[in-house]
């Protein structure tokens, strides 16, 4: 199997370290790796694309080549001749340029490379970064956050630096403190991109490699800048440590340009190159392909960190203490940016969902000599997140707001008329996904089957799952003492009697799921039939007929369509 990789031959023999196993002195390469910055890149922002470039030279610096990258930019190192017959798309040129997007759902960044397919020589390649990553407005730093329905890797990329830069703003931070955040982001995002072209492919491992509170330290945050990384933030009231984002390569970086480029005598050394992954934690690799199905919980996009529970509290407890914030200085910001930076924090909640709904019903996969192994999510893990999910999801604590602040906030419709902010419609959103989350036919699949491989710590069952999700959904009739349920509540109680009649109905669940599914249906009914025995206000009691007559009805159409 061919790699792709640039030839990139030294001038000499490099000399290796027997004591350190390093090359004491770089060598400079015959023919450096050169990339060109078009004009069409803002001048300002010109030294962080830069930076991402250069940044790649000390993985090479650490297989004996100096300076095997170089920078250089059109309209200041290039000839007045040569720059008449400039082309950015001529194969002559690596080239790295700038373009506007349409809104901020149209851009992009994408880093493609050319390789000779007979011996994967790579001998051109392209970075072409978009406008809609970073963009000023009236002279200071701002992201464009658009809640236009659209989803895609760029707009996450986005909505968690948007998110991220509200959130240091909120600190008080100086106007030089938030540059070099956006800095940081698009060396970033450069870094990223320059590393498709020297052939690395994504590792969404990557950014399991250190715990929260080892991140930041020698500037790492990630084994890989060829994860996709949220901002690494501190929690509320702790100090920044470290950087924002990733600005140099990681351990995993170093690992895979020592693969593809070292100059080695033969397989042995090569081979001794490869067994290291087999034992270091921090090059563990997973890829696009690895991702399909979200199976893995250490396999995914815009998290960080070892445990994705702690990940999802430190998103939550951010995006209150901007909320906070906010309702603290409401006129501070005009309607636009207070309801922008507000949206901030509703992606800081989705985003913390994502990250522990594969946990339930996980399996994680390792890679070693002997081949894949599969290890289901242990018990414990699974009922922390259940947890969480009831803290900061179910829950309608966290999102209590008060009337005044919601009245400042201005939302557009879809046809741009303008509109309340839809905070129920947002909060009602966080929570299906939720639901549909821990109720998917293949978690449902995985979670049944997990006895068949499981550790000595054992499963948590399907039973178990449905109660712990009942008990955090139905608790206000579940006591002897029913008690009001609030707007937030009923709403999601409602979505819950949906999918479970879905679940029961849906033969590519498994048998136990439909069973304990109905089971939960019958008893949600009963608690609401004790519950109305009692004295309660007029929407809860309305809202608890209307769903004992929807799970009877519903109930009634089941069975009529299995008999």
């Not at 000390?58 to 100096?66: I, L, N, R, T």
């Not at 996450?156 to 982001?185: D, K, N």
Request: glycine letters at 6%; one cysteine or more; hydrophobic letters at 35%.
């Amino acid at each position: 199997i061919l790699i792709h990789r640039w030839n990139l031959e030294p001038v000499s023999p490099i000399q290796w370290s027997k004591k350190t196993g390093k090359p004491p002195v770089p060598v400079p390469v015959k023919k450096p790796i050169a990339y060109w910055i078009d004009p069409s890149i803002p001048k300002a922002y010109r030294p962080a694309v830069k930076a991402g470039i250069l940044a790649w030279n000390k993985a090479f610096e650490a297989v004996g080549f100096k300076n095997a990258i170089v920078v250089k930019e059109v309209d200041r190192d290039m000839s007045a001749q040569e720059r008449a017959r400039y082309d950015p798309d001529s194969l002559k040129y690596n080239v790295v340029r700038w373009y506007t997007g349409k809104d901020s759902s149209s851009g992009t960044s994408i880093g493609p490379s050319r390789a000779n397919p007979l011996t994967g020589e790579i001998f051109n390649a392209s970075v072409s970064l978009s406008d809609c990553f970073v963009q000023s407005r009236c002279g200071d730093w701002d992201f464009d956050l658009k809640n236009d329905g659209k989803s895609s890797f760029l707009k996450q990329f986005q909505q968690a630096a948007a998110a991220g830069l509200s959130e240091i703003r909120a600190r008080g931070v100086s106007p030089a403190e938030q540059a070099r955040y956006v800095s940081q982001y698009l060396t970033a995002i450069t870094m990223h991109e320059i590393g498709h072209t020297l052939g690395l492919r994504h590792n969404f491992k990557g950014s399991t490699a250190y715990d929260l509170k080892q991140m930041g330290k020698n500037g790492l945050i990630s084994a890989s800048i060829m994860d996709y990384l949220p901002p690494h933030l501190a929690a509320p009231g702790k100090k920044q440590d470290g950087p924002y984002f990733m600005t140099q390569p990681g351990v995993y970086d170093f690992w895979a340009i020592r693969y593809g480029y070292q100059p080695v005598s033969d397989d042995r050394e090569l081979k001794a190159i490869v067994e290291k992954a087999d034992h270091d934690p921090k090059l563990a690799y997973a890829t696009d392909e690895d991702t399909v199905g979200g199976i893995d919980p250490d396999t995914q996009r815009f998290d960080l960190g070892r445990d994705p529970v702690a990940f999802a509290q430190l998103q939550t407890a951010l995006a209150q203490n901007l909320w906070k914030h906010l309702r603290s200085h409401p006129n501070e910001e005009d309607a636009a940016s207070l309801t922008q930076k507000f949206s901030s924090g509703i992606e800081e909640y989705l985003l913390a969902e994502k990250s522990v709904l594969p946990l339930i019903g996980g399996i994680r996969i390792t890679r070693s000599p002997q081949g894949r192994q599969f290890d289901p999510v242990s018990p414990t893990e699974q009922k922390k997140v259940l947890e969480f999910l009831s803290r900061h999801v179910f829950s309608d604590r966290d999102f209590q707001m008060p009337p005044g602040f919601l009245r400042r906030l201005d939302a557009w419709g879809a046809k741009d008329e303008k509109k309340p902010f839809p905070l129920l419609e947002d909060i009602k959103n966080i929570q299906l996904k939720a639901l549909d989350g821990l109720y998917d036919t293949g978690r449902l699949n995985r979670e049944a089957q997990a006895s068949l491989y499981a550790k000595p710590a054992g499963v948590l069952s399907t039973s178990e799952l449905f109660f712990r999700i009942r008990r955090s959904i139905w608790g206000e009739i579940l006591g002897s003492r029913p008690r009001p349920i609030s707007i937030y509540r009923r709403g999601l109680q409602e979505e819950h009697v949906a999918i479970l009649l879905w679940t029961a109905g849906n033969p590519a669940n498994p048998e136990v799921a439909r069973a304990v599914a109905e089971r939960d249906l019958r008893l949600i009914q009963s608690a609401c039939r004790r519950a109305l025995k009692n004295k309660l206000d007029e929407a809860t009691r309305l809202h608890l007929e209307e769903t004992e007559q929807n799970i009877s009805r519903g109930l009634s159409k089941l069975f009529a369509t299995t008999r």
